[in-house]
């Protein structure tokens, strides 16, 4: 059956049935159809459409079939133009010629644009919650090793010694802030579009702010045309998802390097690795490298319905189908995604020696032996020039921060002190830096009771 068709002389031909077929992805958006069409039959009834009876026929008739679409052998060879066609004529088949009435003063327009903002406000709930979880057993990781020293890098150079918490602790504030971006997306999403027709507004009297509180929508949309030409929402979606795919690829990146026998910082578990077809001794972190590639399909998306957007005339047109594919996808990307690399997390374990090794060997500690100085008197500048000096000096010597005396630093300039030695271990200039945000122990303990108390207030 068509929704349409009253004005052609002949029906499609096959090879265009075919070609715009969208019910094989579409379908994704059944349980929202049905939602979104019970709320539209109490409206109908609102306006004397439908009367009581109708109306309860109508909801139970759809009630069943949520149920039944459960099966996945329910859209097998259905041939049905799309998702809202087959609910149509699902319902047809349960309550006969009333079924007709269900669609009056509706659009597809504005029924697609209601569907998809209620599976998308499902789907950015369900990633937050993955979000969170993530980031708990980031917190939970941080609190195993929380005095592990490691050194930060810039340039992929060691740069200064900062505690394993404090390094996590970055990746909790990128997921934060992903958090907050998910939160404003969906604030856009959370707007209902019923009653605006394909472009001009219903001409029935509907309560738009009755069918949206019934659904749970924050507010109704302002232009009706807007509602039929408007996919920002789900833009919004995909600029958030891509930036949160951003943050998880530099956290594999990252521990596909410290896990790697040159770093030997992380064991990766057995559970989220692989081996090699060819060399026995390969322990591959194919979850991680995975997670890294899924990036790009995301990414894409996002691209994609930009340029299917970018030349439209008002309001819809049939170019907006192409929407659903990309959003649906990078949707399951992500949610994916979130789940591998919090069971990552949560089994991979820090070997600590490594990393202080490489902390206490590099001259990581170069810049606490400047600042010691700045605060002792020594202008930064020269201060900077001394403490380069002697890394320069230490490494034609081959000389390590631990090989130094506190009457070699004195001999070496006068500038310093003997007491300025113990700067030479790394812990001891952490120390130093107490800012909120440093990496200063005392501080990154305070930061990671914060972090949890902010998670708490987040799954609220």
């Known amino acids: 059956m068509k929704l349409w068709g009253g004005r052609f002389e002949q029906g499609p031909s096959e090879v265009f049935e075919r070609f715009s077929e969208s019910l094989h992805f579409d379908k994704e958006l059944l349980s929202a159809d049905v939602r979104g069409s019970q709320a539209f039959a109490r409206a109908l009834e609102r306006v004397g459409i439908l009367d009581a009876a109708d109306r309860a026929r109508l909801i139970a ?21 799309d998702v809202h066609t087959l609910v149509i004529r699902k319902l047809k088949e349960k309550a006969g010629g009333l079924a007709d009435k269900i669609h009056t003063g509706r659009s597809r327009n504005e029924q697609v644009s209601l569907d998809t903002r209620l599976w998308l406000r499902d789907t950015i709930d369900g990633t937050r919650g993955l979000l969170r979880a993530l980031m708990r057993a980031l917190m939970d990781c941080a609190n195993r090793d929380r005095d592990a020293v490691i050194p930060g890098y810039t340039h992929l150079r060691r740069a200064q010694p900062v505690l394993w918490a404090h390094y996590l602790l970055a990746y909790f504030e990128m997921f934060a802030r992903d958090l907050e971006r998910l939160e404003q997306a969906r604030a856009r999403v959370n707007v209902m579009p019923l009653g605006s027709g394909a472009l001009a507004g219903s001409g029935f009297p509907f309560d738009r702010e009755a069918i949206a509180a019934e659904l749970g929508f924050a507010a109704v949309t302002r232009n009706s045309m807007d509602v039929s030409a408007d996919r920002d929402f789900a ?61 790009g399909r995301v990414f ?39 789940e591998m690399m919090r069971v990552v997390v949560e089994t991979a374990r820090l070997n600590p020696g490594p990393p202080r090794q490489a902390a206490e060997e590099s001259w990581a500690v170069a810049t606490d032996l400047a600042e010691a100085l700045a605060r002792a008197g020594t202008p930064f500048h020269q201060a900077h020039q001394i403490a380069g000096k002697l890394v320069l000096h230490s490494i034609q010597l081959g000389k390590k921060p631990s090989d130094w005396t506190g009457a070699e630093l004195e001999q070496f300039a006068p500038e310093f002190t003997k007491d300025m030695v113990r700067l030479m271990n790394p812990t001891e200039g952490m120390k130093t830096r107490t800012v909120r945000g440093g990496t200063a122990p005392d501080t990154v303990a305070a930061a990671l009771d914060e972090a949890a108390r902010r998670l708490e207030d987040l799954a609220r």
């Open 61 to 81: 008739a759809f009630d069943e079939i949520s149920r039944e679409a459960k099966d996945p052998a329910y859209f097998a060879d259905a041939g049905d133009e």
């Open 235 to 295: 833009l919004d979606y995909l600029y958030a998802a891509s930036v949160l795919m951003l943050h998880l690829s530099r956290l594999c990146e990252d521990w596909i390097l410290y896990s790697s026998d040159e770093f030997r910082w992380l064991e990766l578990a057995d559970g989220v690795t692989s081996g090699s077809s060819l060399m026995p001794q390969k322990k591959n972190p194919d979850s991680l490298e995975l997670i890294r590639g899924k990036c």
């Open 300 to 338: 894409g998306a996002m691209n994609s319905l930009f340029m299917t957007l970018k030349g439209l005339p008002m309001t819809y047109n049939r170019d907006m189908q192409e929407d659903k594919e990309p959003l649906f996808d990078a949707a399951a990307q992500v949610k994916a995604s979130l």
